[in-house]
């Protein structure tokens, strides 16, 4: 699907290097150096309904133009409806050449049945970028794969 052309004087969301999902995030308290720990792709539950793991979104941004108010949300693919919608921090570029590294958290969210999800970040309302995960249930003892 194209993408809409800027509308005249209208900024373009920052650009992605990296959008992970994770158990957590670790910040070093001397080097400010972030570990990610634990990368997801995939929630296990025991049966539907059921609730995903408290995710850490994880995100390296560049070429952001001033400020940006970020929203996270959760979508279900197979139903197509958001389930999860939340205001993030606001993020500042002091200039076209910053990088930035942000994260925060995504709290257990109820799922009603196995398949595609997918975490979209957008500032000021457009699109950054997407990552899917997949729910499914756990192997019961005796099941195979």
Known sequence: ???KPE???EKPPP???AILLCERIVVDADTRRISVV???NSCVVAAFPGHTVRMRVF???V???GDYRITVEVHDLAEDRVVYRARGPKISFPDRLARGQFHFSIPSLPILHPGKYEVIV???GKEIDRQQFRAKRSQSQGEST
Do not use: P, S, T, V
């Open 7 to 9: 509308a005249k004087g």
């Open 59 to 61: 995100l390296q941004l």
């Open 38 to 40: 634990g990368l997801i």
């Open 1 to 3: 699907m194209a993408e």
């Open 15 to 17: 650009g992605c290097k």
């Open 63 to 65: 070429d952001g133009i």
């Open 122 to 124: 957008l500032g000021n």
